[in-house]
C-alpha cells in the first residue's frame, strides 16, 4: 500500500501565505512526479503544480508567480508554498505521486485525501 497524507490547508485572508505538505508513505521502490491539483466547488479539477524526480517544475498558469513547489526525497515529502493567495484559489488541494511500488512493478498514480484552502477577501 502507498499513502498521500497532506497537512497545511486552513483559512487565510487575501494576499496571505500558507504551506501545504504532503508525505507518501508504504511499500516504494522510487518516487517519480510529485504535485498538488486543486478543485473547487462546480468546477473540474485542475493542475496546480508538479515537480519530477530530477527537480523540474511546471505549474498552473492561474498560480505561476505565486506558488512554489519543493520536494524532499529524503522525507519522501512535496511542499507547496501559495503566496499572494486570492479567493479564486480556495479549492480542495490534493496531493498526487507517481510511484513504482517494487522493481517489479510499473508505477502507479496515487492521491492524498485532500485539504481544503479557504482563501476570505
Known amino acids: 500500500q502507498v499513502h498521500l497524507v497532506e497537512s497545511g490547508g486552513g483559512l487565510v485572508h487575501a494576499g496571505g501565505s500558507l504551506t501545504l505538505s504532503c508525505v507518501v508513505s508504504?511499500?516504494?521502490?522510487?518516487?517519480?512526479?510529485m504535485g498538488w491539483y486543486r478543485q473547487a466547488p462546480g468546477k473540474q479539477r485542475e493542475l496546480v503544480a508538479v515537480?519530477?524526480?530530477?527537480?523540474?517544475?511546471n505549474y498552473g498558469d492561474s498560480v505561476k508567480g505565486r506558488f512554489t513547489i519543493s520536494r524532499d526525497n529524503a522525507k519522501k515529502a512535496a511542499y507547496l508554498q501559495m503566496n499572494s493567495l486570492k479567493r479564486e484559489d480556495t479549492a480542495v488541494y490534493y496531493c498526487?505521486?507517481?510511484?513504482?511500488?517494487?522493481?517489479?512493478?510499473?508505477?502507479?498514480?496515487?492521491w492524498g485525501q485532500g485539504t481544503q484552502v479557504t482563501v476570505s477577501s
Open positions: 498526487y505521486s507517481k510511484v513504482v511500488r517494487t522493481i517489479l512493478d510499473n508505477e502507479g498514480n496515487y
Open positions: 508504504g511499500r516504494i521502490f522510487t518516487i517519480n512526479d
Open positions: 515537480i519530477s524526480s530530477d527537480f523540474s517544475t
